[in-house]
């Protein structure tokens, strides 16, 4: 059975006014979100992208211009954002759930998480804890935790469709955030070594060139081989002109 790969990508909120804040802030002279969008769109391990907007319609519009395999949708909140995504890639039996202000993923990253959902349906980015940290109660110290237990969550969480489908359809669960959806999916979580260069811009420091950021114009790769233990599935994903990928018949 061959199954396709689509990556859904959330920008849900307004564009924020900082410039080191969200999606929209400026990173060599184009949103952050452009370079998170066109790596994923020219991802030989992605065939088909959707981008959820809430507001900002006409210019996530613009940044999708020739990508083929980009579809940008609008919702007003994250589970309607899901919800509208999941429809668009209905055709994937695998989702790469990215947060949009992580421009740095790669086909490392990517096919890390590949193969560590594919044991159990669904995998997160973390790095182990850089700090020592400590539980706190009436303003002092009461505990300290292992930090060997402790890891920090990135994106992005990949997860088959089904698992997303059927947390939509239990209004029960809290999916007003990523964090929600990892809070559902407990004990069924596995998770993979995410990257340090994998950040989201905090401040104005943050927004200086990454030594790994991408070309502007990044040439499609001609192969990229996926996990050779990525489930019980054998997935391809031939290119096309503009990004465009679909399924091997």
Known sequence: ???????????????PEAASDGPWARLRGR?????????????????RVALVVSDQLSRARRLAAGLDSVAVLRAGAYRAGLAAG???????????LHDTARPLVDDRLLRRGLQAAGATGAAVAVLEAGET???????AVSETLPRHELRSV??????RSQLLRSALNDH??????LAGLLAHLAGRLAIFDGSPDNR??????????????PASERTIPRRAPLPPNFG????????GQGGRRRAAR
Do not use: F, H, N
Request: one cysteine or more.
């Open 1 to 15: 059975m061959t199954e396709r790969v689509g990556a859904l990508l959330l920008a849900i909120g307004p564009a």
């Open 31 to 47: 949103p952050v979100l452009s370079w998170t969008l066109r790596t994923l769109a020219y991802s030989p391990l992605i065939s």
């Open 133 to 139: 940290v400590k539980r706190v109660a009436d303003g």
């Open 86 to 96: 999941l429809g668009e890639l209905a055709d994937c039996g695998w989702l790469v």
């Open 172 to 177: 029960e669960i809290d999916l007003c955030d």
């Open 154 to 159: 990135q994106s992005p969480l990949i997860l």
């Open 232 to 239: 019980r599935s054998e997935l391809t994903t031939p290119r």
């Open 200 to 213: 989201k811009p905090a401040a104005p420091s943050d927004l200086e060139v990454p030594k790994r950021l």
